[in-house]
């Protein structure tokens, strides 16, 4: 991949890069998030041409987190260059509590949360990450002793899905290769001012600290560049891996009334690399959770399941019976989640079922809802309807309620005023595929 020093190439490699992370996708819309910094900006005006080029529309995305006094005005900074580009634009405001703990982080899921909702039609979200940003992830990870995943660093595309099979968008950051100062000096060049945000400097974050010390590192050749190729390579270790891992998924998964199960033995016999992967893979579609366990966590779970014993993880419970690893919810972590439903209304429940409710309804009751069956539901179940599903799976399956009286459970128990369907696939059998590039 090309990297862009100066003014002169930034367009060029801009160009080549969303190309390499457009290939394969359909889209018309696409946004970009621009908080008013160099980076966003130049990454607004590069896309803008590139936009106009390619037949694309664009849409303008500002968060305003309001952690600062300045926000609002650095909001309207933003809305004020992209209206004289003739660009739509929109501020998004955060206005969830603050959390006690880790407030980057915190902001950040905010913002991206946020994005995601103001997309639109938009499938793809352009985000400014430099190779700069690159580099200081993996130092950042090499620093705690991160492994392959980890030290990927930054992917310059991912698929976020989102709802029903198949739907969700993509964020793209093509200036993974393009250097901070190569992007001011390009905006000085398009005579376009930017923000400097104050916390940049602030040494209280990690980041900041690993920033200000790259000259002394870069004397000892642990340049940008050179840890921005690490993180390259670890990338394609990544890819290689993944593909291995969704291949034995598909041969030795099945899928069972939203639960997962795996031959163990089959699931013995790989390495402990692939075993975590395998297990990470299941874990994340059961659970529906953005994020994975711990690694100490993953493995200890491991531990115990090759020992052939049960255990909890991630809002997952898995059991080991007659040579097979089950996993299916577990019910603590559901128990809370009830939904009231009216005639002609649609509900996802946990984000892997979708319950649809027909206009011409005619049955009615004192409060429809649906929920996690529990104990009273499966037993209910078990009464109406033949199954051999454990009782642990039968209590996290969704039904729907008349007051208390069970009315439609997904594979037993069918209605024919109410569809339910499966929201999502695992990874496995997911299109688009995973990316790591």
């Given amino acids: 991949m090309s990297l862009a020093r100066d003014e002169n190439d930034i367009a060029a490699v801009f160009a080549e890069a969303i190309e390499r992370c457009c290939d394969g996708v359909s889209f018309d819309t696409l946004a970009v998030a621009v908080s008013g910094g160099s980076d966003s900006l130049a990454l607004m005006l590069l896309a803008q041409a590139w936009s106009l080029q390619s037949g694309k529309a664009l849409k303008v995305l500002t968060v305003d987190h309001g952690l600062r006094a300045e926000s609002g005005a650095e909001a309207r900074f933003v ?49 400014g990450h430099t190779l700069e940003d690159q580099a200081e992830t993996v130092l950042m990870r090499l620093a705690r002793g991160s492994g392959v995943d980890g030290l990927t660093g930054i992917l310059e595309r991912r698929w976020c899905p989102e709802g029903s099979a198949g739907q969700g968008y993509w964020i793209m950051r093509p200036l993974l290769n393009i250097k901070r100062e190569a992007l001011r000096d390009y905006l000085r060049g398009q005579g376009q001012t930017w923000v400097d945000d104050p916390s940049n400097d602030n040494t209280d974050f990690e980041r900041i600290r690993l920033r200000k010390s790259m000259p002394l590192l870069s004397e000892l050749g642990l340049t940008s560049e050179a840890l ?92 080991v019976s007659k040579g097979k690893i089950r996993m299916c919810r577990e019910y603590q972590s559901i128990a809370d989640i009830v939904m009231s439903c009216e005639r002609g209304q649609s509900r996802t429940w946990d984000h892997r079922w979708f319950f649809s409710f027909k206009k011409n309804q005619e049955k009615s009751c004192g409060s429809m809802h649906i929920r996690a069956l529990g104990h009273d539901g499966a037993r209910q179940l078990r009464q109406l309807s033949d199954t051999n599903l454990p009782f642990q799976s039968l209590k996290s399956i969704p039904g729907c309620f008349c007051d208390t009286q069970l ?6 128990m069918e209605n024919s005023e109410i569809d339910i369907k499966f929201c999502t696939k695992p990874s496995w059998q997911r299109q688009p595929p995973i990316e790591a590039f």
């Fill in 79 to 127: 809305r004020d260059i992209a209206r004289r580009n003739g660009l739509d634009h929109q501020i998004l405001q955060w206005t969830t509590p603050r959390p006690q703990g880790n407030l980057q982080k915190a902001a950040r899921d905010a913002r991206y949360h946020l994005l995601a909702q103001a997309r639109g039609e938009a499938r793809v979200i352009l985000t």
């Fill in 228 to 319: 921005a190729q690490t993180g390259k390579r670890m990338a394609q270790v990544r890819a290689s891996l993944e593909q291995r891992v969704l291949v034995i998924c598909r041969d030795a998964v099945v899928v069972d009334c939203g639960d997962l199960i795996i031959e163990h033995a089959i699931f013995a016999r790989y390495d402990r690399e692939i075993q975590c992967r395998v297990l990470e893979h299941c874990l994340g579609w059961v659970s529906s959770a953005d994020y994975m366990p711990r690694s100490n966590v993953l493995s200890a779970a491991l531990n115990t399941i090759l020992e052939e014993k049960g255990t909890t993880l991630h809002g997952c419970l898995i059991s």
């Fill in 407 to 412: 009315v439609a459970v997904p594979y037993f």
